[in-house]
């Protein structure tokens, strides 16, 4: 690759958006796919959700990959899963070109709201990390070890702790909780006063069905139940999960600050914005004490850091006026899209 460009890919739990930029921060090319996730999603769909809106972005820009002079794909889960050839001839290169890369999502994250080259970054979105950043690097990371064996905090966590306790009513092992009603109903499942009531084979018709659906998904879909226990900030078994899930987000904030409480501290993703820290929601004291004093960032766009982390690479600083503009041109870009596509 001896290009002038750099293409930059956040492939995330949810999504995946590849965005096409000059060097001067201007975006010429943006595309939105599925989940990229190779640990959630698989290395196979992973792989086609990246290659497939990297090359639109890429055509959307009226480019070639010839064109292209630095590559950086930030990946959620296991980015070991990815074959570097495929990624490589997937995107339409030859061989293996050296400028292609592939790194945490997390450092994507803490670009997009910082391009200070040391730094923290905590994100909690469908999955949950946190990283240190030091010269641009990770140094340490915290969490981000999936569904299976972590993700703290994450809304596949606050997801599943509501489905468990709607599970423990439905069977009556556990309290009432307003989560029910909610989760059945946006499933429609909710069939008269009292789903819980009917019973078949022993069970709860209403617990076999709910088995049935999250089954029927992969299981980082339980995130989608997420914003249910924020939607009921009066019930003692909703807010204990958001707790639970504040307690794990402390940990993970404790745990990158240390050694640099002064540096910036990025906070990223829909469950920490809209839920966890969502204006007043209250915060628990080990959160309280986990944030006190830092220099909180808001990231705004994990695509937009993935570009930023892209074009740090190949110099030692990011100009403002750069980052700033990317962020103009890339909301522009992608509003387009959204606008092609229609409903």
């Given amino acids: 690759m001896t290009g002038s460009l750099v293409l930059a890919v956040d492939a995330g739990g949810t999504s995946t958006r590849a965005v096409v930029a000059d060097t001067g921060g201007t975006c010429l090319g943006y595309a939105a796919g599925s989940a990229g996730n190779p640990t959630s999603a698989g290395p196979q769909a992973a792989l086609a959700a990246i290659t497939g809106s990297a090359r639109t972005a890429l055509a959307r820009a009226g480019r070639g990959a010839d064109e292209v002079g630095a590559v950086l794909v930030a990946v959620a889960g296991n980015r070991r899963l990815l074959d570097r050839a495929d990624l490589a001839r997937g995107l339409g290169f030859t061989g293996e070109p050296a400028q292609l890369r592939t790194g945490p999502d997390i450092l994507a994250m803490y670009y997009s709201g910082s391009?200070?080259?040391?730094?923290?970054?905590?994100?909690?979105?469908?999955?949950?990390?946190?990283?240190?950043?030091?010269?641009?690097?990770?140094?340490?990371?915290?969490?981000?070890?999936?569904?299976?064996?972590?993700?703290?905090?994450?809304?596949?966590?606050?997801?599943?702790?509501?489905?468990?306790?709607?599970?423990?009513?439905?069977?009556?092992?556990?309290?009432?909780?307003?989560?029910?009603?909610?989760?059945?109903?946006?499933?429609?499942?909710?069939?008269?006063?009292?789903?819980?009531?009917?019973?078949?084979?022993?069970?709860?018709?209403?617990?076999?069905?709910?088995?049935?659906?999250?089954?029927?998904?992969?299981?980082?879909?339980?995130?989608?139940?997420?914003?249910?226990?924020?939607?009921?900030?009066?019930?003692?078994?909703?807010?204990?999960?958001?707790?639970?899930?504040?307690?794990?987000?402390?940990?993970?904030?404790?745990?990158?600050?240390?050694?640099?409480?002064?540096?910036?501290?990025?906070?990223?993703?829909?469950?920490?914005?809209?839920?966890?820290?969502?204006?007043?929601?209250?915060?628990?004291?080990?959160?309280?004490?986990?944030?006190?004093?830092?220099?909180?960032?808001?990231?705004?766009?994990?695509?937009?850091?993935a570009a930023v982390a892209c074009l740090a690479a190949l110099g030692p600083t990011v100009p403002a006026e750069v980052v700033q503009r990317l962020h103009r041109t890339v909301a522009a870009r992608r509003a387009a899209a959204a606008t092609a596509s229609g409903p």
């Avoid at 009556?172 to 989760?183: F, I, K, R, S, Y």
């Avoid at 009921?232 to 987000?249: G, T």
């Fill in 115 to 305: 391009a200070e080259p040391t730094g923290s970054a905590v994100v909690a979105g469908t999955g949950s990390v946190a990283a240190q950043v030091r010269e641009g690097r990770v140094a340490r990371a915290v969490g981000g070890c999936g569904w299976l064996l972590g993700d703290g905090g994450s809304g596949f966590a606050v997801g599943h702790a509501v489905v468990r306790a709607v599970v423990a009513e439905l069977e009556g092992t556990g309290p009432p909780t307003a989560l029910t009603g909610l989760l059945l109903a946006s499933l429609d499942l909710a069939t008269g006063a009292d789903p819980g009531r009917a019973v078949e084979e022993g069970r709860p018709r209403a617990l076999q069905a709910l088995m049935d659906v999250c089954y029927a998904e992969r299981p980082v879909g339980l995130a989608r139940h997420a914003p249910l226990a924020f939607a009921a900030p009066e019930d003692p078994v909703a807010s204990a999960v958001v707790r639970s899930a504040q307690e794990d987000v402390a940990r993970l904030v404790a745990a990158v600050r240390e050694g640099a409480p002064d540096a910036p501290l990025v906070l990223g993703g829909s469950v920490l914005h809209h839920g966890l820290l969502a204006p007043g929601r209250p915060v628990t004291p080990a959160l309280q004490l986990a944030l006190a004093g830092a220099d909180v960032r808001p990231a705004r766009d994990g695509a937009v850091g």
